[in-house]
C-alpha cells in the first residue's frame, strides 16, 4: 500500500525567497512520485514525476525535486518564488506507473510580494 | 500529452436526483479514472475505468451509487446518482499516458 504526508498545509514565503514543499511516502513496492499544481478553479497540472531514473528531477515553470530513499522524501523546491507560483501543491505516490495515484492532502503556497 | 475535457463545468443539482458527467479525451487512451475532490480537501480515487470492461472501484464507492460508462477508447461518464449535500465535491476525470496522469478542469457540484 502507498500512502503521502505533505508536511505543512499552508506555506508562505516572499517573493524571490527560496520554497520549499515537503513530501513524505510510504511505499510496499518501489515507488513513482509526482508533484501537481492546481490554480483555483483549474484541473491539475503535472509539474514533474520520478520514475526510477535519475534522483533529482527537473520539472516545468523552474521546480526541481529530490527523490531519497533513506529519508523516504520527494519535497518540492524552487530557488526563487513568483507571485504566479501560488497554487495548491499535491504530491502523489503510485506504485503502478502512473495508476492507481494516491495523493496527499496538499499545500497551498501563498507569495508575498 | 492528452487533452482532456468535461461537461458539464459546474452544476447546482436538488437532493435525490442524479447528475452525469462527461470526460472527453483528445487520444485513444486504455485506462482512465475518476477522483473526487471534497471541499477543502484532496483528491480521492473513486474508479478505473477500462473500454470494454467493468469500472473497478476504490473500497467506499459502489457501482450503485457511482455509475460508470466507457463505451470506447476516448469518452466516459460518472453519475453519482441519489444525490446529498455529502455529494457536494468536485470531479475530475484523468488518463494514464506513459507513466503520467492528465486530469481535466472538473465538474464543480453543489448540492442543496
Known amino acids: 500500500a502507498q500512502s503521502v504526508t505533505q508536511l505543512g498545509s499552508h506555506v508562505s514565503v516572499s517573493e524571490g525567497a527560496l520554497v520549499l514543499l515537503r513530501c513524505n511516502y510510504s511505499s510496499s513496492v518501489p515507488p513513482y512520485l509526482f508533484w501537481y499544481v492546481q490554480y483555483p478553479n483549474q484541473g491539475l497540472q503535472l509539474l514533474l514525476k520520478y520514475t526510477s531514473a535519475a534522483t533529482l528531477v527537473k520539472g516545468i515553470n523552474g521546480f526541481e525535486a529530490e527523490f531519497k530513499k533513506s529519508e523516504t522524501s520527494f519535497h518540492l523546491t524552487k530557488p526563487s518564488a513568483h507571485m504566479s507560483d501560488a497554487a495548491e501543491y499535491f504530491c502523489a505516490v503510485s506504485g503502478q506507473g502512473a495508476q492507481k495515484l494516491v495523493f496527499g492532502q496538499g499545500t497551498r503556497l501563498t507569495i508575498n510580494p | 500529452s492528452a487533452v482532456i475535457s468535461q461537461k458539464p463545468s459546474r452544476d447546482i443539482c436538488q437532493r435525490g436526483t442524479s447528475l452525469t458527467i462527461q470526460c472527453q479525451v483528445d487520444?485513444?487512451?486504455?485506462?482512465m479514472f475518476w477522483y473526487r475532490q471534497q471541499p477543502g480537501q484532496s483528491l480521492t480515487l473513486i474508479a478505473t475505468a477500462n473500454q470494454g470492461s467493468e469500472a473497478t472501484y476504490e473500497s467506499g464507492f459502489v457501482i450503485d451509487k457511482f455509475p460508470i460508462s466507457r463505451p470506447n477508447l476516448t469518452f466516459s461518464t460518472l453519475t453519482v446518482s441519489n444525490m446529498s449535500p455529502e455529494d457536494s465535491s468536485i470531479y475530475l476525470c484523468?488518463?494514464?499516458?506513459?507513466?503520467?496522469?492528465?486530469f481535466g478542469p472538473g465538474t464543480r457540484l453543489t448540492v442543496t
Open positions: 487520444s485513444q487512451v486504455t485506462m
Open positions: 484523468s488518463v494514464d499516458f506513459g507513466y503520467e496522469q492528465y
